[in-house]
């Protein structure tokens, strides 16, 4: 087992099928053909794969060794997950995307992290994307079910709280105090209607009366002061009957 494989190098390596030509795979990997050639090669280097070229031609196979890497891979794909395929996914969904990142985050030898990559990918609990010869990690509705993971700075349980409407405020209106002017003619002191309130003095009773006078006699208190100023005119000689 080549020590450092990646799950890119497991990803082409199961795409490799008897004497694929070289020039296929940039539409497989979604790459263009320099970045397909440059993946490709790598796995040459690692001894996964073979490409012979021929005129207009490059033909890829699968090496001897790249069969036993992918045979081990498949079997471990038909293996329960274990505690390491657990700390894996919540990698991913944490945020760490790249296998560089989960290596780094995990601090795991890259040809196990890429065996277990490969599992959880292989039973459906992560999903992957190649995009100019990068391949990034996804975590899939089912890797969150079963890892019940929350992002950071979230509760666990979020607790649903009942929205109380505001209660209405009560206004307390206090009624006006009146001056009650029909207990000025009666025995008792004219007071206001509240029991609290200041007894009426001499001046208070005087203009009560005053004001309850003119009210009700405006006419007669009118021709009144007519007749007196004509008086004072007719005295003074202004006016003449």
């Known amino acids: 087992m080549p020590k450092d494989l990646t799950i890119l190098d497991l990803v082409i390596l199961e795409k490799v099928e008897k004497d694929s030509l070289m020039e296929s795979f940039s539409g497989k990997l979604y790459s263009s053909f320099f970045d397909t050639a440059s993946m490709l090669g790598t796995l040459q280097v690692k001894k996964l794969v073979r490409i012979s070229s021929n005129i207009g031609r490059n033909v890829v196979n699968k090496t001897e060794l790249g069969d036993q890497v992918?045979?081990?891979?498949?079997?471990?794909?038909?293996?329960?997950?274990?505690?390491?395929?657990?700390?894996?996914?919540?990698?991913?969904?944490?945020?760490?995307?790249?296998f560089e990142q989960i290596k780094g985050d995990l601090n795991l030898r890259s040809d196990d992290l890429s065996i277990h990559i490969f599992k959880v990918i292989k039973q459906g609990y992560a999903d992957y994307e190649i995009r100019n010869g990068r391949l990034t990690l996804n975590i899939t509705e089912k890797g969150f079910k079963l890892t019940g993971f929350v992002p950071k700075g979230q509760p666990q349980m979020v607790q649903s709280q009942t929205v109380q409407k505001p209660q209405p405020r009560q206004v307390s209106v206090q009624e006006s105090k009146q001056l009650d002017l029909k207990s000025v003619f009666s025995p008792f002191d004219a007071t206001p209607s509240e029991e609290e309130e200041r007894p009426m003095g001499p001046l208070d009773k005087m203009f009560a009366k005053l004001v309850f006078y003119l009210t009700n006699n405006a006419p007669v208190v009118l021709v009144g002061v007519l007749i007196l100023i004509a008086i004072i005119l007719y005295f003074t000689g202004y006016i003449q009957f």
């Open 70 to 98: 992918l045979l081990y891979a498949n079997e471990k794909n038909a293996e329960p997950l274990e505690g390491l395929d657990h700390v894996i996914l919540k990698s991913i969904a944490s945020g760490n995307k790249s």
